[in-house]
């Protein structure tokens, strides 16, 4: 396969959740290959500085906007605004997702079920599940403008298989229902988007990304390594090859499909 089919050059690529462990990472890669990148995130995140960042390193235009997924009129504008930049858009990552780091702060997040907060499990679904579903609308219609394109869903290896909770035991943290659920709904959003653009030239795929290292616990890190075949967590360089390949030519036949970077940790 010639190498070129990975060139993203002049594409146009929405990448929301942009400036975190996992987006920024994406950001910079898919800059490297070329892409022109929309860099979507909550205020207090810095999409701006963290596009204006992007274009010195790489030479490539960039945009950076505000962007909470999860209101409607945020996505509408965040759209908006990438078509009023650059006239396409060729592919949209969504990434955005309230994680267990984001909610710690609320400190109910890891209540136990039998009494977990009504009001925590509204925000992550409100987040994880009806904030992919506005930015795949809004971005679905944007590439529908052009010549099709790349939608690629972001879900997580706990919306898949459930979570080995003895790794948790003694930890400040722990897998929590609303994440497990919601990421399990992108999986059915995926393959219900997939049949209904397939004939209108949009792809639509998931990434699965098992755990990845983010100064969690020693203990934790090795507990979820014996747990995992490969014996480690995921860096967060772990998941740009993936998002290289689906957003590129390369991947011009896959449609539909679940992409698992996991390390092995959904096939024990």
Partial sequence: MSSDRFD??????VVTGGNGLLGSAYCQALAEHGARVV???LPQAGPQRAAEDLAARTGVPTLGVECNVAIEGEVVALFRQALERFGRVDGV???AAATGEHLMRQGAVFSPFEDYPLAVWDEVLRVNLTGVFL????????????SGGSLVNVSSAYGVVGPDHRIYEGMKFASFP??????????????????YW?????????LVPGGVENQHDPEFVRRYAERTPLRRMARREDMVGMVIYLMSDAAAYATGQQ???DGGFTAI
């Fill in 8 to 13: 993203l050059s002049g594409k146009v690529i």
């Fill in 39 to 41: 860099v979507a995130d």
């Fill in 93 to 95: 990552l969504n990434n």
């Fill in 135 to 146: 930015v795949a609308r809004e971005g679905g219609k944007a590439m529908l403008a052009g």
């Fill in 178 to 195: 609303g994440y497990s659920a919601s990421k399990a709904g992108v999986h059915g959003l995926t393959r219900w988007l997939a049949t």
């Fill in 198 to 206: 397939g004939d209108k030239g949009i792809r639509v795929n998931t």
């Fill in 259 to 261: 992409y698992f970077v």
